[in-house]
């Protein structure tokens, strides 16, 4: 995901809300990103919400100048029903949340919106991605490198015994927000492009993993792939600019 990108779709959740006052607000999936936008609006109050130890500590880094005596980063799982119990938020992000559940609670995805409705009191804004490594081999060079790295990282992660993220598509979040007690008010669509950040960064991670690999040959093998692919994802970012594959969306919902 692109700086860019992050920063279109926090620029059409700040037109969606208006002149709407953002009041109590919960980053329910927190991260670098999503924590430098929320401690830079008008709130009078965040929680920010992570059930990784060390994206707590990056998400502390990122705003340590901006926190203010009310506003808390919180270690805990929506998988447990006493986190935040009794709390009430106006203005509820869940961005690139629902993603990143099966690395942390797997199958909890589909309770993910009613965990969520207790807390809420006024806006709901659900950030996504949709899904790219689970379709058929795509037409364009860039969405067929895109989808290809996609799965090479995936497949790296699980022979790493790590959980690789699984994206939902928004038809999907719609309908689940509205079972969850919502209507929802707006679905929007963003085009990616992705630059050598993402590539860099997707190849990367697959390092420490094929590291602790036993088989050698094989992740030898596996490094050399994310070479190659590395090496043609740069090459075409060279030539077009960008990879242009990919879309994320903004889903914004209020409480029945
Ligand atoms: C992809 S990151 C979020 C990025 C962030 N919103 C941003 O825009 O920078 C996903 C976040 O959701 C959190 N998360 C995933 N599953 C969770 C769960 N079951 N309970 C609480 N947090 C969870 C992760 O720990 C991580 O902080």
Redesign the pocket.
């Known amino acids: 995901?692109t700086e860019r990108k992050?920063s279109a779709l926090f620029r059409y959740i700040e037109r969606l809300q208006g002149e709407r006052p953002w009041g109590a607000m919960l980053?329910?999936?927190?991260?670098?990103?999503?924590?430098?936008?929320v401690a830079g609006l008008a709130t009078e109050r965040w929680t920010a919400?992570?059930?990784?130890a060390g994206?707590?500590d990056r998400?502390r880094d990122a705003i340590k100048d901006a926190q203010r005596p009310q506003d808390r980063i919180v270690l805990?799982?929506?998988?447990?029903a006493g986190?935040l119990k009794g709390e009430l938020y106006d203005t509820v992000?869940?961005?690139?949340?629902l993603?990143?559940?099966?690395?942390?609670?797997p199958y909890?995805q589909s309770y993910?919106f009613a965990r969520l409705r207790p807390v809420t009191r006024g806006a709901l804004y659900v950030?996504g991605l949709e899904p790219y490594v689970p379709t058929a081999r795509p037409e364009t060079r860039a969405e067929r490198l895109v989808w290809e790295i996609g799965r090479f990282r995936d497949a790296c992660m699980l022979l790493a015994g790590n959980m690789p993220?699984r994206e939902y598509p928004a038809p999907w979040v719609v309908d689940h927000v509205q079972r969850a007690g919502f209507t929802v008010r707006n679905v929007k669509h963003f085009a990616i492009g992705y630059k050598e950040g993402f590539v860099n960064a997707q190849i990367d991670m697959c390092a420490p993993g094929l590291e602790k690999l036993a088989d050698r040959a094989l992740a030898q093998a596996l490094t050399e792939r994310g070479e190659a692919l590395r090496a043609e994802a740069l090459d075409l970012i060279g030539e077009e600019g960008a990879l242009r594959a990919c879309r994320n969306y903004v889903v914004a919902a209020e409480p029945v």
Not at 49 to 52: D, N, Q
Not at 93 to 97: D, P
Request: aromatic letters at 14%; a negative charge; one cysteine or more.
């Open positions: 995901m992050h980053d329910a999936g927190t991260g670098v990103n999503s924590i430098r936008w919400v992570t059930c990784s994206e707590a998400a805990g799982n929506w998988a447990d986190l992000l869940a961005g690139y949340l993603g990143a559940i099966e690395g942390f609670s909890f993910l950030t993220y």
